[in-house]
């Protein structure tokens, strides 16, 4: 090595990191130099690619302008056509799709090795050898940035990694935790599920004993009431009839007094003694018997229509009481319902956590009127 030139610095010693840097700086290497050789190619080969381009598709605006027009062409028209990226990126595929013959490339090939030959035995080997060591101590020191890069991001990537990992950690423990409370909110929510079901199947069969018996009650309650007023139609049957043979005993009663000359002195054609007949009662006339019994039957017939009323008046009380009863029934039935409903109903969202829903209004059935 020659004095004056610094020796490149040591690479530091990560073996795979430095190899991969290598590799791919001798690929990056090799397609920039490709690149630039074919850049260079073409800009060298301007006259034999572009020139015949130009010309050709500048033909017919050449050939139909004189001397003048031709100068201007070159200077004005020319740029402004290819200023355009369209144009210019045709005219170079147009260049680039020109082919050169081989014998043409192997004679370019030849040229440019003897050039390149003359070039180096015409150059100092002091100044190669400078170069040479310049480019050496760049490449060095490149391959040295790419290394402390590549420990850094690895590094980095470590950390990354290691936090990445801290973190998954953490979360798995949180879903572990998660997983036992689910697991242990499941198990106490299938317990009371159980329970629930047991509750529903209680209330299913209390309710259903209620509304056996409340059907039970009401099927009496109804054959009660049906006796009840079969008895009290009959009562009317017979009151009526009654009333209608009284009336025709008292008919019969009334003409056989009108009949009799003593009695229709004594009695008027409405059944009223007149005035006369108190003075004609003091007198003891034999007719007193007759007129007693007459008057002890219409009494004992009076008491019996009275009672018969009375009876009547029991019957429809005793109706209406019993319906009072069948209404209480069956709002105590429909209570049940509606209770029954109301439990099943809050039990089964109190087990999936919503609200209770209310129950419908009791509706009473209606009364008959007395």
Not at 72 to 90: G, I, M, S, T
Not at 270 to 297: F, H, M, V
Request: aromatic share 4%; hydrophobic share 30%; proline share 4%.
């Amino acid at each position: 090595m020659e004095e004056g030139v610094p020796c490149p610095a040591p690479a530091a010693k990560l073996t795979p990191p430095v190899k991969k840097s290598q590799d791919m700086h001798d690929e990056r290497s090799k397609l920039v130099n490709e690149y630039a050789c074919r850049v260079l190619e073409l800009l060298g080969m301007g006259h034999r690619l572009f020139v015949p381009r130009l010309l050709a598709t500048s033909k017919e605006d050449l050939l139909q302008a004189d001397f003048e027009g031709a100068l201007k062409f070159f200077r004005v028209q020319l740029p402004k056509r290819y200023r355009a990226e369209e144009n210019a990126r045709r005219l170079m595929e147009q260049a680039c799709n020109i082919k050169v013959p081989t014998k043409k490339l192997k004679k370019y090939e030849k040229e440019y090795q003897t050039m390149r030959e003359s070039q180096l035995q015409q150059e100092d080997p002091m100044d190669r050898y400078k170069r040479e060591n310049r480019r050496l101590q760049e490449a060095s020191m490149r391959l040295e940035q790419e290394n402390d890069d590549l420990a850094h991001e690895l590094v980095t990537s470590k950390i990354a990694l290691r936090n990445d990992l801290d973190q998954a950690e953490d979360k798995a423990d949180v879903l572990n935790k998660e997983l036992l409370l689910t697991k242990q909110r499941l198990v106490e929510t299938e317990e009371e599920k159980r329970k629930q079901e047991e509750e529903t199947a209680q209330l299913k069969e209390v309710f259903r004993k209620q509304l056996e018996k409340a059907e039970y009650e009401i099927k009496k309650t109804t054959a009660i009431i049906a006796e009840y007023k079969q008895i009290c139609s009959q009562l009317s049957t017979r009151l009526e009839k009654q009333q209608a043979a009284s009336k025709e005993e008292l008919e019969v009663v009334k003409g056989k007094m009108m009949a009799c000359k003593h009695c229709s002195d004594i009695f008027s054609k409405e059944g009223a003694l007149k005035p006369a007949a108190a003075s004609r009662e003091d007198q003891g006339i034999e007719t007193d018997d007759e007129k007693d019994a007459l008057k002890k039957q219409l009494r004992e017939m009076e008491l019996e229509l009275a009672q018969t009323k009375l009876q009547l008046v029991e019957a429809k009380c005793k109706i209406q009481e019993l319906e009072h009863q069948r209404g209480a029934l069956m709002n105590e039935i429909q209570a049940a319902k509606n209770s029954w409903f109301s439990k099943t109903l809050n039990s089964i969202k109190t087990a999936t956590g919503t609200q209770p829903l209310q129950p419908p209004p009791v509706t009473q059935p209606p009364r008959e009127s007395t």
